[in-house]
């Protein structure tokens, strides 16, 4: 049963490329399965979350993020009415353009992509969706609907200004509606993410000793949290004292948003999909007294954890591996993979070079990298 305001697949806008329908699964249904098998989600295993792959096989992925999110994001949505299928197809897209070491090698990327346009993950993830995945006969890409496309570029809100040239392409082509926001669905997506990094960045900071369980337990919300589990079981060993406080503090972030997300809806009582993207504000939110919480925690993470000294290091290093590797296939495009050769072959100037390269770079997974500069370089990254 879904909500008025709800994306019905039935009433999709459709794919770019026609395609006959399932006569079992929705249209929705076909965007997340096509996501889950394509080349690039599987890479996902192997991408830094916020620890590199090499410095422990219990931290995150982007992999293991994007399923927490998706689960987080179908059960939010489930709850107010929304379409399960399209809110878990955006939430397992949403990290689909991210380079190998996280925002360490994004940044790198972004910076040695100034003068050509720029790089941005989320406008690279179309990129991917609509061109770079390269398996079906009659299109590239995955031919995804307008609705999870749609969801995919502006899960974080209306798109404005300069356009990423990876999404300025496709939207010439295919008009995402930039300029609103997008449905409730994939508001939920951009949640469940907020969500889920911020339960189990904790969890991967504590593992790696970045910091202890007292400084976590004097945090907002963590410190009632901590204090409920204390009373409800006194004495309990630590690894099961800290898991029942984080499990809290997730239960609380996750009751807040739908708490929050059903009294704006009621408030602004959209009939349609399309009059959620007409509101002009987000009918999917924290409320703000979480949020304003939330923040002080961000803080603490980014101070303790993203910018530790020894996360630091690990971030020099890999950001030599990028900017060692962008300038060596720029110069010499032959170093390519083969299957990469006919993209080089038809471009027009250094920029469209230099756009492959990034593709190329930005599909990598974290030890293949690693690999290809010790190969090339003969160092190890």
């Known amino acids: 049963m879904l909500a008025p305001h709800a994306c019905d697949p039935r009433a999709s806008r459709g794919r770019l490329f026609r395609e006959e329908e399932s006569a079992f699964r929705s249209a929705f249904q076909r965007d997340r399965d096509r996501i889950i098998h394509s080349s690039a989600f599987r890479r996902l295993m192997h991408k830094t979350q916020v620890f590199v792959v090499h410095e422990g096989d219990s931290f995150r992925t982007r992999l293991t993020h994007s399923i927490e999110v998706a689960q987080v994001a179908r059960t939010i949505a489930g709850v107010l009415g929304l379409n399960p299928e399209l809110t878990e197809a955006v939430a397992l897209a949403h990290d689909l353009g991210h380079t190998p070491f996280g925002h360490t090698g994004e940044d790198a990327l972004a910076a040695l992509m100034a003068p050509y346009g720029g790089f941005d993950h989320n406008a690279q993830a179309i990129r991917i969706v609509t061109r770079l995945e390269r398996h079906y006969a009659e299109f590239d890409g995955l031919n995804l609907t307008w609705e999870a496309l749609e969801g995919i570029a502006k899960h974080n809100g209306p798109v404005t200004g300069p356009l990423p040239y990876a999404l300025a392409d496709y939207n010439a082509r295919h008009d995402l509606e930039l300029d609103t926001h997008a449905s409730?669905?994939?508001?939920?997506?951009?949640?469940?993410?907020?969500?889920?990094?911020?339960?189990?960045?904790?969890?991967?900071?504590?593992?790696?000793?970045?910091?202890?369980?007292?400084?976590?337990?004097?945090?907002?919300?963590?410190?009632?949290?901590?204090?409920?589990?204390?009373?409800?079981?006194?004495?309990?060993?630590?690894?099961?004292?800290?898991?029942?406080?984080?499990?809290?503090?997730?239960?609380?972030?996750?009751?807040?948003?739908?708490?929050?997300?059903?009294?704006?809806?009621?408030?602004?009582?959209?009939?349609?999909?399309?009059d959620v993207r007409r509101l002009g504000f987000p009918v999917v939110r924290f409320p703000d007294t979480l949020w304003a919480d939330l923040r002080q925690i961000r803080e603490f993470l980014f101070r303790r954890m993203y910018r530790a000294p020894s996360v630091m290091a690990v971030r020099a290093e890999v950001t030599r591996v990028v900017e060692d590797l962008f300038p060596l296939y720029l110069d010499e495009p032959a170093l390519l993979p083969e299957k990469w050769r006919e993209d080089v072959a038809a471009a027009v100037d250094k920029t469209e070079l230099a756009r492959i390269v990034a593709d190329y770079i930005a599909g990598m997974t974290d030890r293949f990298a690693m690999q290809e500069h010790a190969r090339l370089t003969g160092h190890a990254g």
Do not use: W
């Not at 079981?233 to 499990?247: C, I, M, N, Q, V």
């Open 184 to 274: 409730a669905e994939a508001q939920v997506a951009a949640l469940a993410d907020d969500i889920a990094y911020n339960n189990h960045d904790l969890h991967d900071g504590l593992r790696a000793g970045l910091f202890t369980e007292e400084e976590l337990a004097a945090l907002p919300i963590l410190r009632d949290c901590f204090a409920e589990v204390d009373a409800a079981y006194p004495g309990l060993d630590r690894k099961r004292r800290r898991h029942e406080a984080t499990r809290r503090f997730f239960g609380a972030m996750v009751e807040g948003v739908i708490d929050e997300s059903y009294r704006r809806i009621a408030e602004a009582a959209p009939e349609t999909a399309e």
